[in-house]
């Protein structure tokens, strides 16, 4: 059998990580320019539901007082493709979390606190998906 | 294919689809998705090492496809394991002609472009850049098992080397 490579870290090994990491890192400032010319006006909590947007479940921040929680029930009834109903807390302050949900190992409920509008909590398992977004868009955010 | 090469092969393949099952029973208790070993690269690794890179497709591929059979079925998590699977292959593919780095590179690449494919295919399924803002903690994380699955793989082939299979 043939030998295809070489086993011993080189100095080639850092050259190619770095520019892989520089890449993805410009990949990251340039999709975050790219967001902030829609995060303008107020701010509302969205939940997306097998790709659908369920407005029943929208919450505006605006409403909210500081530091005051609302919770978000979604129900496996009414929602055929949870795997069991959901909770999805809102606060004024600290953002959105999962915090009651079904899944594998319960990965969804793992995900900490999300304050920054556009940057998603996904449930993959409940195929739920709820994102702080700007109430001056009016369809998600075109990838084009 | 020859007997032998064909036993050889399916012998990485196994251990392939077991490392990826041995991997999901841990426990990972990190806050982000998509954050773990990546010990099923390993099999990857040594078909690289030891065959053609024809060879290293065809059992990256089945393997995805036997782990959706056995395990996770055809939903989200298999367009996951596909995507990941597929960058990172086509990457260590460009990586092994043009550049030729050594083990750690390749594992490097392999699992940086892996998080990626993953985080790109989640935009596109529910159409959020924002998913993008994932991949600082992933690319964190991929390095440091990236560089982890490449020293396991080394000293197995090191090992390996001197035994004829």
């Given at each position: 059998?043939?030998?295809?490579?070489?086993?011993?870290?080189?100095?080639?090994?850092?050259?190619?990580?770095?520019?892989?990491?520089?890449?993805?890192?410009?990949?990251?400032?340039?999709?975050?320019?790219?967001?902030?010319?829609?995060?303008?006006?107020?701010?509302?909590?969205?939940?997306?539901?097998?790709?659908?947007?369920?407005?029943?479940?929208?919450?505006?921040?605006?409403?909210?007082?500081?530091?005051?929680?609302?919770?978000?029930?979604?129900?496996?009834?009414?929602?055929?493709?949870?795997?069991?109903?959901?909770?999805?807390?809102?606060?004024?302050?600290?953002?959105?979390?999962?915090?009651?949900?079904?899944?594998?190992?319960?990965?969804?409920?793992?995900?900490?606190?999300?304050?920054?509008?556009?940057?998603?909590?996904?449930?993959?398992?409940?195929?739920?998906?709820?994102?702080?977004?700007?109430?001056?868009?009016?369809?998600?955010?075109?990838?084009? | 294919?020859?007997?032998?090469?064909?036993?050889?092969?399916?012998?990485?393949?196994?251990?392939?689809?077991?490392?990826?099952?041995?991997?999901?029973?841990?426990?990972?208790?990190?806050?982000?998705?998509?954050?773990?070993l990546g010990?099923?690269n390993?099999?990857?690794?040594?078909?690289?090492?030891?065959?053609?890179?024809?060879?290293?497709?065809?059992?990256?591929?089945?393997?995805?496809?036997?782990?959706?059979?056995?395990?996770?079925?055809?939903?989200?998590?298999?367009?996951?394991?596909?995507?990941?699977?597929?960058?990172?292959?086509?990457?260590?593919?460009?990586?092994?002609?043009?550049?030729?780095?050594?083990?750690?590179?390749?594992?490097?690449?392999?699992a940086?472009?892996?998080?990626?494919?993953?985080?790109?295919?989640?935009?596109?399924?529910?159409?959020?850049?924002?998913?993008?803002?994932?991949?600082?903690?992933?690319?964190?994380?991929?390095?440091?098992s990236?560089?982890?699955t490449?020293?396991?793989?080394?000293?197995?082939?090191?090992?390996?080397?001197?035994?004829?299979?």
């Amino acid at each position: 059998m043939s030998r295809n490579y070489s086993l011993t870290f080189s100095s080639k090994d850092v050259t190619i990580s770095c520019i892989a990491i520089i890449l993805i890192v410009a990949l990251i400032i340039s999709s975050n320019i790219f967001m902030h010319n829609y995060q303008s006006g107020s701010k509302v909590v969205n939940v997306y539901i097998n790709r659908k947007l369920y407005d029943e479940y929208s919450i505006y921040l605006d409403d909210l007082k500081e530091n005051e929680e609302k919770t978000i029930i979604l129900k496996k009834e009414k929602h055929q493709v949870l795997l069991d109903d959901m909770e999805i807390k809102v606060n004024k302050n600290k953002g959105i979390k999962i915090t009651k949900e079904t899944s594998p190992r319960n990965i969804c409920s793992q995900q900490p606190w999300i304050n920054t509008p556009g940057v998603p909590l996904v449930c993959l398992p409940n195929q739920v998906y709820v994102v702080i977004e700007s109430t001056s868009i009016d369809e998600p955010i075109p990838l084009e | 294919m020859k007997t032998k090469k064909m036993v050889r092969l399916s012998l990485f393949l196994a251990i392939g689809v077991l490392l990826h099952y041995l991997e999901s029973q841990i426990p990972y208790s990190f806050a982000v998705p998509g954050v773990k070993l990546g010990l099923a690269n390993i099999s990857g690794l040594l078909v690289l090492y030891f065959y053609n890179p024809k060879e290293f497709v065809f059992i990256g591929f089945l393997r995805v496809l036997i782990v959706a059979l056995l395990y996770s079925g055809f939903g989200t998590a298999f367009l996951l394991s596909l995507s990941g699977w597929g960058l990172s292959t086509l990457l260590v593919l460009i990586m092994f002609y043009s550049v030729k780095p050594s083990i750690y590179g390749l594992s490097l690449v392999s699992a940086i472009f892996h998080s990626l494919g993953q985080i790109l295919t989640v935009m596109a399924i529910y159409e959020a850049i924002g998913m993008i803002n994932y991949m600082p903690v992933l690319l964190l994380s991929s390095s440091i098992s990236g560089v982890i699955t490449a020293r396991i793989s080394a000293s197995v082939l090191k090992r390996l080397d001197k035994v004829t299979i």
